[in-house]
């Protein structure tokens, strides 16, 4: 069974930029329609989708977090990463790395339409 690990750091001062990486095992990133998603939450929140690569290497974003986000992978290491930009302390929250379903989207995003999740990893903005 496919496998997700969230690394980073956990403290990032305000207007620096927060980068995660989430290391696959036991599957490819490349394969199979799925789409590698970034999902968290904020203390008190919902769920909030924040941006998938596909198999394919195509790219989505949140509309409302689209100026400050990018999303990328490392084939080799099978590996996929995000960066936010410009961090506030309202960007502090779990974030996850997940397997969707493809087609999961923000629009249509459901905790259900991901089979396969990290663990989540804490992230706060503070300075």
């Known amino acids: 069974q496919v496998q997700l690990q969230e690394s980073g750091p956990g403290l990032v001062k305000p207007s620096q930029t927060l980068s995660l990486t989430c290391t696959v095992s036991r599957g490819s990133i490349t394969t199979d329609f799925y789409y590698w998603t970034w999902i968290r939450q904020a203390p008190g929140k919902e769920m909030e989708w924040v941006a998938a690569i596909t198999f394919s290497g195509s790219i989505y974003y949140s509309p409302s977090l689209k100026s400050r986000t990018s999303i990328s992978r490392d084939t080799s290491k099978n590996q996929f990463t995000l960066q936010l930009s410009s961090v506030t302390p309202e960007d502090t929250a779990v974030y996850y790395c997940?397997?969707?379903?493809?087609?999961?989207?923000?629009?249509?995003?459901?905790?259900?339409?991901?089979?396969?999740w990290g663990q989540g990893t804490q992230v706060t903005v503070s300075s």
């Open positions: 997940a397997r969707c379903d493809g087609g999961t989207n923000y629009y249509t995003f459901r905790t259900s339409d991901c089979g396969s």
